[in-house]
C-alpha cells in the first residue's frame, strides 16, 4: 500500500509540475526578448546576462518539464524545479521588499500576473510539489522507477 500511494503522489506531482513548467515555457521561448524585460524588471541580473539567462531559462524548463512528465531521471528533474522554484520564490521576495510594481512573466510576457504574496505563495505549491519525486522512493509509471527502486 505504501508503494502504490508513493507511485500515485509522485505521479501526480510529476505532472502537476511538469504541466506547469511546460505551459510557462512556451510565450518565454516564443518571445525571447520580451521575457528579457521581465526579467530586467526585476532588476537582479546584470545587462550582459539578461538575453543568455531570457534563453536558458526557458529552455531548462521545458527540458525539466518533459523529464518529470516522461518520469525520465526524475529526481534530478524535481531537483531542478525545486532549485528553480526557489529561485523564483527568492526574486518574488526581493521585488516585493524593494515595493516593485511588476509583472512576474511567468506564463505571459506581455501583461501577466503581477508580484505579490500570492504569487510567492503558488510557487512555494509548486516547490512543495517538486520536492516529491525526489523523495518517494518509488515511482512505477517512471521510465526509471525500476532503478530508483533498486538504489
Not at 509522485?10 to 525571447?32: E, N, Q, T
Not at 526557489?86 to 521585488?95: C, M, T
Not at 512543495?128 to 525500476?146: C, E, I
Request: aromatic content about 8%; charged content about 15%; overall charge positive.
Amino acid at each position: 500500500m505504501t508503494d502504490r500511494w508513493s507511485d500515485s503522489l509522485s505521479l501526480l506531482c510529476r505532472w502537476i509540475v511538469g504541466v506547469v513548467f511546460l505551459y510557462a515555457c512556451i510565450d518565454k521561448l516564443a518571445h525571447p526578448v520580451a521575457f528579457a524585460q521581465n526579467i530586467a524588471n526585476y532588476r537582479l541580473l546584470p545587462m550582459p546576462l539578461l538575453h543568455p539567462f531570457a534563453w536558458l531559462l526557458p529552455v531548462l524548463e521545458a527540458v525539466v518539464a518533459l523529464a518529470l512528465l516522461a518520469g525520465w531521471q526524475r529526481r534530478g528533474a524535481g531537483f531542478l524545479a525545486a532549485g528553480m522554484s526557489a529561485v523564483f520564490i527568492g526574486a518574488i521576495g526581493i521585488s516585493l521588499l524593494r515595493g516593485l510594481d511588476i509583472s512576474c512573466g511567468c506564463f505571459q510576457t506581455s501583461g501577466g500576473h503581477g508580484v505579490g504574496l500570492d504569487l510567492m505563495l503558488r510557487d512555494v505549491g509548486l516547490l512543495a510539489a517538486s520536492l516529491v519525486p525526489m523523495v518517494a522512493p518509488t515511482d512505477r509509471w517512471s521510465l526509471d522507477g525500476r532503478r530508483c527502486r533498486e538504489h
